[in-house]
């Protein structure tokens, strides 16, 4: 396995612009999340991918933010109109989705770190 | 709510020294916990993870953890911790019926040569 990737690694962005991430899960894996991580804090999680259904999506995610996973495999996140409070890492994960919701074990990518001007 | 509280923000250790990070939940149910370990530009690794059984697991590493019911705890430990153990370390539970994990605000580890 070569592991969870996310591209871009950095972005740096003015304040009203859009930007996509793209993440891209180990193989085979058919769940997929975002996280977003602010300094100092833990990750807090944005949505989560069951193949290509959008499954569950937390109230962090504002109508400004929106994910997608057409085939189930790579997935996007989209933030328009970025606002400085954009501004995080966001950490894209994928587990097996073989295991019930307790046992399925996430495995993270780097994360796209996000600075809005 | 399920929620994952890490009392501890920096800790500072010898090389050599023994570690033990600390790691609370609040969960109705029988938790299912992880250990993870975040190093500057690296994603999150699993160190180890506790679903049943055994309230002792070992992880990758040389780090360990307990899972005691009566306190709400799962803290990670370490004997001999190395200086290549400097990083962050968050703990995580998943909640009911979802796959979403909530992570702790994470403990930074300093390693003193």
């Known amino acids: 396995d070569t592991g969870v990737s996310q591209d871009p690694r950095h972005k740096i962005t003015k304040r009203g612009q859009n930007v996509t991430f793209r993440c891209d899960p180990i193989s085979e894996h058919n769940r997929l999340y975002w996280y977003r991580q602010t300094l100092g804090q833990g990750p807090e999680f944005l949505t989560y991918?069951?193949?290509?259904?959008?499954?569950?999506k937390s109230r962090l995610l504002s109508d400004r933010f929106s994910a997608e996973r057409p085939k189930g495999s790579f997935s996007t996140l989209e933030i328009q109109r970025t606002e400085q409070g954009d501004s995080a890492m966001y950490l894209c994960?994928?587990?097996?989705?073989?295991?019930?919701?307790?046992?399925?074990?996430?495995?993270f990518g780097p994360g796209t770190r996000l600075t809005v001007l | 709510a399920q929620s994952v509280t890490q009392p501890d923000i920096h800790i500072t250790v010898s090389e050599g020294a023994s570690l033990e990070l600390r790691c609370n939940y609040s969960?109705?149910?029988?938790?299912?916990l992880f250990w993870y370990v975040q190093s500057p530009g690296q994603g999150l690794q699993l160190l180890l993870k506790?679903?049943?059984?055994?309230?002792l697991v070992q992880g990758i590493k040389g780090f360990e953890a307990e899972f005691k019911r009566s306190q709400s705890s799962f803290n990670l430990r370490k004997p001999s911790v190395h200086w290549s153990d400097a990083a962050e370390y968050f703990c995580a539970v998943v909640t009911s019926g979802t796959y979403k994990y909530i992570f702790g605000t994470g403990t930074r580890l300093k390693v003193l040569a």
């Open positions: 994960a994928s587990s097996p989705g073989l295991a019930g919701w307790g046992t399925d074990t996430q495995y």
């Open positions: 991918f069951q193949n290509e259904a959008q499954l569950e």
């Open positions: 969960y109705g149910a029988t938790p299912y």
């Open positions: 506790y679903f049943s059984g055994d309230t």
